[in-house]
T-cell receptor, first 114, second 112 residues
């Protein structure tokens, strides 16, 4: 298996633009997580899906952020409009609920909003 | 919000020495995991210890868990330069499904 695949790896955008980050979890995994990592705040859980349903979105910072999981093999995290303080590395991770809670992480998307 | 606080924030040792990192957490857990992150890369799972376990080994890694003190330690024995990375503890809360909350991390540097 190729692991969790995120795209793009790097994104530079101007303030006010819409940004869409994409994630393909490991095939067969039924839990998917979006995390944000910054020097100041460390690793923050933004949202968590189980069987394509959002279970906990309490970490989503504000209404500018939205996440979807239309099927078991694809998820998006959208920021609209983007702001410089959204600059961070965004990680997607997946796990197989019931078989062990270990999470498998993608390589991340480094987002820079200028 | 972050559940775990790790100590020390940074650690520098010589190759061959042992490295010990500590993690404290706040709420009831059903498991605690340690992950490693190389610079610019994603996190990689190292080892998991369940709340009813006190110690676990995997290769050069040894993890302990003290639920009464809400703390865990990760020991890397006979460290190598390739162990240089950031190490994070992550807790799975009781009743939280597979949701993990990560600590602040320890930056380990192993020098030749």
């Amino acid at each position: 298996d190729a692991g969790v695949i995120q795209s793009p790896r790097h994104e530079v955008t101007e303030m006010g633009q819409e940004v869409t980050l994409r994630c393909k979890p490991i095939s067969g995994h039924n839990s998917l997580f979006w995390y944000r990592q910054t020097m100041m705040r460390g690793l923050e859980l933004l949202i968590y899906f189980n069987n394509n349903v959002p279970i906990d979105d309490s970490g989503m910072p504000e209404d500018r952020f939205s996440a979807k999981m239309p099927n078991a093999s694809f998820s998006t995290l959208k920021i609209q409009p983007s702001e410089p303080r959204d600059s961070a590395v965004y990680f997607c991770a997946s796990s197989l609920n019931g078989m062990g809670p270990e999470a498998f992480f993608g390589q991340g998307t480094r987002l820079t909003v200028v | 919000s972050q559940q775990g606080e790790e100590d020390p924030q940074a650690l520098s040792i010589q190759e061959g020495e042992n490295a010990t990192m500590n993690c404290s957490y706040k709420t009831s857990i059903n498991n605690l995991q340690w992950y490693r992150q190389n610079s610019g890369r994603g996190l990689v799972h190292l080892i998991l210890i369940r709340s009813n376990e006190r110690e676990k080994h995997s290769g050069r890694l040894r993890v302990t868990l003290d639920t009464s003190k809400k703390s865990s330690s990760l020991l890397i024995t006979a460290s190598r330069a390739a162990d240089t990375a950031s190490y994070f503890c992550a807790t799975g809360a009781t009743g939280g499904g597979n949701k993990l909350t990560f600590g602040t991390g320890t930056q380990l540097k192993v020098e030749l």
